[in-house]
């Protein structure tokens, strides 16, 4: 069991280019969720997934979009990225909503 | 609005100095307390769940404890390789469609030799 996988594990991208982070879990996990880690913050959500086809935002969505096609895959898209998207993004999985999530490595994201 | 504060926000200990780490926080009805521990540059890794009051759970020099405001991850006879930043968050009630997970800052531990 891989568990939970993100790529790439670091990025630069200059403003207004877009891209996309890729998340994929082999655990056959329902819930599927993308947070971003700042220094001095908790984690906060930017969307979740509840499963393939059904994806919500969280606490801070905005610049960001989500699609789950399969139950496996959950990529996060930035449309156009600012330098307020520079942040380390966490993908997390887990069963269903209510049971304990479990995160992948991250990716760190630098905008200039 | 759900708050998770931890303290202290850095500890330093000798190898071997017991110590705890607090969580404390304000929630609109507890589902569930979660403990993980994140080094440097990784992802967090779970190490407990805690439900109710008087709960409490153990894995190896670790042992979290759950009161009605405030957890506490007790480490006892620490080890160097437990060095970490040790994250608290706790699951509330609906926030528009789903159970918000509000997590703490964390404690940065560091275990010396």
């Known amino acids: 069991n891989a568990g939970v996988t993100q790529t790439p594990k670091f990025q630069v991208l200059k403003t207004g280019q877009s891209m996309t982070l890729q998340c994929a879990q082999d655990m056959n996990h329902e819930y599927m969720s993308w947070y971003r880690q700042d220094p001095g913050m908790g984690l906060r959500l930017i969307h979740y997934s509840v499963g393939a086809g059904i994806t919500d935002q969280g606490e801070v969505p905005n610049g960001y979009n989500v699609s789950r096609s399969t139950t496996e895959d959950f990529p996060l898209r930035l449309l156009s990225a600012a330098p307020s998207q520079t942040s380390v993004y966490f993908c997390a999985s887990s069963q269903d909503r209510v049971e304990t999530q479990y995160f992948g490595p991250g990716t760190r994201l630098l905008v200039l | 609005e759900d708050q998770v504060t931890q303290s202290p926000e850095a500890l330093r200990l000798q190898e071997g100095e017991s110590s705890s780490l607090n969580c404390s926080y304000t929630v609109s009805g507890l589902r569930g307390l979660f403990w993980y521990r994140q080094d440097p540059g990784k992802g967090p890794e779970f190490l407990f769940t805690?439900?109710?009051a008087g709960e409490e759970k153990e894995k190896e020099r670790l042992k979290a404890t759950l009161t009605k405001k405030e957890s506490f991850l007790h480490i006892t006879a620490p080890k160097p390789e437990d060095s970490a930043t040790y994250l608290c968050?706790?699951?509330?009630?609906?926030?528009?469609?789903?159970?918000?997970?509000?997590f703490g800052i964390g404690t940065k531990l560091q275990v010396i030799p």
């Open positions: 968050a706790v699951r509330g009630g609906y926030s528009g469609g789903y159970q918000k997970v509000t």
């Open positions: 805690l439900y109710s």
